[in-house]
């Protein structure tokens, strides 16, 4: 029962999370499918398709009463998805009633639809943990609007930024991947009722009428026509969390970068528990971070293998729906466990202003894009390019000042910018990001559903 790193007892806690693990557990999927057959058997009743009798019975039938090994070994018995399942709920219920359970439909009615309650589920926790997580980088780029820090490029020393700034591209981002699970969700949280091979041939001309009816149960939206063979949906489901999973990860990688004790500009919050190395007892590594980045990895890697269930065979296909059973659980585990690490990271995350000045400092060239700037007015933009490129090698290269290099180069005007460093429009990118997103937010609910 515990043979993959998700139910492990000693790392399941970095690959899943107490609620993923409570949403795919055997026991609730069970159960949940018990629900939608409930919904079916209710919405049947409701035009007159069963006996109202039949549905309350049915609707009496609870999960955590079902005999999971008797389904398990109905299952193999009749190599069938869901006839140990029926078998046992027949068993379970009196006989007026035990013909009309699971009554007239397929497979795919019941697990397509258990899925999207799945998906209802594991949106409203990435959407809560997003909603958090974009908080608390609004919060950053407010804070440190103004605090200079060097910006980076092809992982060299460029020009100055504001830590601010930095903190606002990953809010604008996770901003944007909130309005992904908005756009989405209506498309998404849709029930599936097709039938043999969707056309609901079994009903006649109750079969609108009743998928209206169990729809409608289900507090699910309602399909223009079925969609057994058509995963799209899931499959933009899965692309959306790889999307704001890589968010996270683009937040978590700076941290790890940043991390590093040449750099030492942030840390991750770290208890005084946690133990580095047991070798070398200085060391304080980002676990957190690096876990994030590996995290979301495997869910681009499990997006990418449901990509492929869009293309199935004819009005159904068990290649596309059964490769979901796998890895769409996986993915949603490892979705959970970045986006709570990731609230944790940003929440707690120590940011060291003196250390961001100091490395600006350190660098002697972080002015060089302003210096280009002022003697561009001058000497033409490209030839203030190759005369500055050319001293700052020949400094580089001779050990003596820039100022010495450029002596008689330069006006005096120009030279006082290297003493500046100008952060450009940082702060009010900033300002912007952090406006139209309290402006989002207050149109918005908290909770996705």
């Known amino acids: ?26 026991s609730t999927r069970v159960a949940r499918w018990l629900d939608v057959i409930i919904a079916l058997a209710e919405a049947q009743a409701d035009v007159g398709i069963i006996p109202a009798s039949s ?41 007026d009633a035990a013909e009309h359970v699971y009554y007239g439909t397929t497979v795919q009615d019941i697990s397509d639809t258990a899925q999207v309650l799945e998906i209802a589920e594991v949106g409203g926790l990435v959407w809560r943990d997003l909603w958090a997580i974009e908080a608390e980088l609004l919060a950053l780029a407010e804070r440190y609007r103004e605090m200079p820090m060097l910006g980076r490029t092809h992982g060299q020393p460029g020009a100055p930024i504001t830590f601010g700034f930095k903190a606002a591209t990953w809010a604008d981002e996770i901003g944007r991947s909130l309005e992904r699970l908005r756009q989405g969700r209506d498309r998404w949280l849709v029930a599936e009722l097709g039938g043999a091979v969707g056309v609901l041939g079994f009903f006649g001309a109750q079969a609108l009428p009743l998928r209206a009816a169990y729809c409608d149960r289900l507090g699910l939206a309602e399909p223009a026509i079925s969609w057994l063979t058509t995963r799209d949906r899931l499959a933009e489901f899965a ?14 990688n700076e941290v790890y970068m940043l991390a590093r004790a040449e750099l030492a500009e942030v840390r991750e919050p770290t208890p005084a528990t946690t133990v580095g190395s047991i070798s070398m007892p200085h060391k304080r590594n980002p676990e957190v971070s690096e876990q994030i980045v590996t995290l979301a990895r495997l869910v681009r890697s499990s997006a990418g293998v449901l990509a492929e269930t869009l293309v199935g065979e004819h009005e159904r296909d068990g290649r596309s729906w059964k490769t979901e059973w796998v890895v769409l659980p996986e993915l949603s585990h490892y979705v959970l466990a970045a986006s709570g690490m990731t609230r944790s990271l940003v929440g707690g995350l120590e940011v ?15 002015s060089s894009e ?36 450029l002596d008689g180069q330069i006006e005096p ?22 406006a139209r997103a309290t402006r989002r937010r207050a149109g918005e609910s908290a909770s996705w559903r």
């Not at 009749?78 to 219920?93: A, K």
């Not at 060291?352 to 002697?364: F, I, V, Y």
């Not at 005007?413 to 100008?422: C, Q, W």
């Open 55 to 95: 549905a309350a019975a049915i609707a009496g039938l609870r999960g955590d009463e079902l005999d999971l090994d008797a389904v398990a070994e109905g299952t193999r018995t009749t190599s069938h998805s869901t006839l140990g399942l029926i078998q046992v709920l027949q068993r379970m219920l009196p006989a």
């Open 370 to 405: 302003r210096l280009l700037s002022v003697m561009s007015a001058r000497l033409g933009k490209h030839r203030a390019q190759a005369t500055l490129q050319d001293a700052y090698r020949a400094a580089i290269g001779s050990g003596r000042s820039l100022t010495a290099v």
């Open 1 to 26: 029962m515990d043979a993959h790193l998700i139910d492990s007892a000693v790392f399941g806690h970095q690959w899943s999370t107490a609620e993923s693990r409570g949403i795919f557990a055997e």
């Open 413 to 434: 005007a120009e030279l006082a910018e290297l003493d500046r460093f100008d952060t450009g429009a940082a702060a009010a990118m900033a300002d912007e990001v952090v």
């Open 352 to 366: 060291d202003p003196a250390r961001m000045l100091a490395n600006l400092e350190a660098t002697g060239t972080a």
């Open 239 to 252: 692309q959306v969390m790889a999307v704001a999973v890589g968010a996270m990860a683009r937040i978590a």
